[in-house]
T-cell receptor, first 112, second 114 residues
């Protein structure tokens, strides 16, 4: 069966510090991968998606970036965090040419 | 971006009551998913509807996709405290150029009290 991991689970970082969140998927090959941000328990904002290694598409302009160094690894980064980067970050995967997405447990980021 | 409006935003009911939540858009979707999210966790996929007019049942939950594939509803019969959570709908655009990315609504937050 497929599983998706995210870490860390929670993170408190000062403004201006760097960020690295990691997401890995097990039990599937060539997944589509997604990063979302959710504010205050409401809707999900798509940040990045990837259909293959090294292929990253950005949905919104921001000071965040994403990378996919391996087939089942997706990383969200920032060089300098802003207060507005606080939120709940979710990674998700979908299989091949399908729309059903399966989410990880999320990372709660607080920028102070 | 194809906007999905969910209503109501918040709903508080007692155990045993029935309820319906709605997901509406002016755009046509090739498919629509419903997810449930509990606090501090990732959303969990409940169902996917694809065909206009389609009805799917998952125990006490009934999902319907509008005939024109622009809207959907979720009906819960005899709600239980375990149904508490944030219900999110998400649509895949007909002419999407964003891979297989979904547009999510802002969700309906449901609280079922004993």
């Amino acid at each position: 069966s497929q599983t998706i991991h995210q870490w860390p689970a929670t993170l408190v970082q000062p403004v201006g510090s760097p960020l690295s969140l990691e997401c890995t998927v097990e039990g599937t090959s060539n997944p589509n991968l997604y990063w979302y941000r959710q504010a205050a328990g409401r809707g999900l904002q798509l940040l990045f998606y990837s259909v293959g290694i090294g292929q990253i598409s950005s949905e919104v302009p921001q000071n965040l970036s994403a990378s996919r160094p391996q087939d089942r690894q997706f990383i969200l980064s920032s060089k300098k965090l802003l207060l507005s980067d606080s939120g709940f970050y979710l990674c998700a995967w979908s299989a091949g040419q399908t729309y059903e997405q399966y989410f990880g447990p999320g990372t709660r980021l607080t920028v102070t | 971006t194809q906007l999905l409006e969910q209503s109501p935003q918040f709903l508080s009911i007692q155990e045993g009551e029935n309820l319906t939540v709605y997901c509406n858009s002016s755009s046509v979707f090739s498919s629509l998913q419903w997810y449930r999210q509990e606090p501090g966790e990732g959303p969990v996929l409940l169902v996917t509807v694809v065909t206009g007019g389609e009805v799917k049942k998952l125990k006490r939950l009934t999902f319907q996709f509008g005939d024109a594939r622009k809207d959907s509803s979720l009906h819960i019969t005899a709600a239980q405290p375990g149904d508490t959570g944030l219900y999110l709908c998400a649509g895949a655009g007909v002419n999407s150029n964003s891979g297989y990315a979904l547009n999510f609504g802002k969700g309906t937050s449901l609280l079922v009290t004993p």
